[in-house]
């Protein structure tokens, strides 16, 4: 058994055990009584997917036995935004900048509709680009793929929009180099293996995906200053980033881009239910399952919830963090 197997096994049994213990804690006689509140997270080796875990825990104590909150894996920000839109979900993690775009209808959702409907109840933390190659692949920057095999993350994830920014601002199409669409859990044994020779991940530093991997045999490729503000310029979301050295042991500090990770619903939430659901995260129990979720979970905090959002608070969230003293950073719905 690889690594890697042992770990998605690992993460599988205990998210499967922390689901279960939430639901025998706080679900009611009859099943059909609670109300089932789905939120979309993303690969089980990523940030999304502990945090939402969390957030479900926490959610759960405080709202329930009438709510039950579950955390489901999914590919990520498009993802997620589409089927919140699509009443598959009732609220959802995505990047600021892919949820901008929704608002607007630009990008992968040019065309599409609903995406006004959009509703922010917080903005939790930073996630940065960390794009982790093989230290014998001869990448040291983005312009080098050319002729490679790299990961850009699935279909429908935050990271994939991230990329396509970064290879352009940096002339690289996709058709310069052998562009693989999975999750790091599908690929990074492929990365060990060496039949890939990158991956990409927008995610909380640090990431279990990366963990185990990045030292002797594997590196981070920084994104330069001048090309992050470039790409600043041009999508405001996305700001010039550090992942930290430490944050991966021996790895120094590592140039990069960054954009906030939101909790996203939609307009179509009662405001009484967006209230209760934001004054849920904040309380001491939510907390503190966040504080054990991950290392990156421990920064989340409500003096911080109202920075960084692309799209405005729902008007229950605003009147909570009101409340509390604190004004929006970003905007406030209509």
Known sequence: MTM????????????????????LCAAPASAQEAHLLRIGTGGLLGVYYPVGNAL????????????????????GSVVNIRSLLDHELEAGLAQADVALRALNGQGSFAGETGGERLRAIASLYPERLQIV?????????????????VSLDETGSGTLEVMRLVLEANAISEKDFDPVYLKPEFTTDRLTAGSVHGVCLVAGTPTQAFAGILGEDALLVPIDSETARRINRLHPALVPGVIPEGTYPGVPETLTVEVHALLLVTADMDEAMAYALTRAIWNEKTRALLRDAHPLARSIAMESATRGLSVPLHPGALRFYREQGLSPAGGSAP
């Open 133 to 149: 190659v093989r230290r014998d692949s001869g990448i040291r920057s983005v312009r080098d793929f050319r002729g490679k095999t």
């Open 56 to 75: 479900a825990g926490g959610i759960t104590l405080a709202l329930g036995p009438d709510i039950l909150a579950v955390a489901q894996s999914s590919g």
């Open 4 to 23: 890697f197997t042992r770990i998605r096994s690992h993460l599988c049994k205990a998210a499967l055990a922390a689901a279960l213990g939430m639901a």
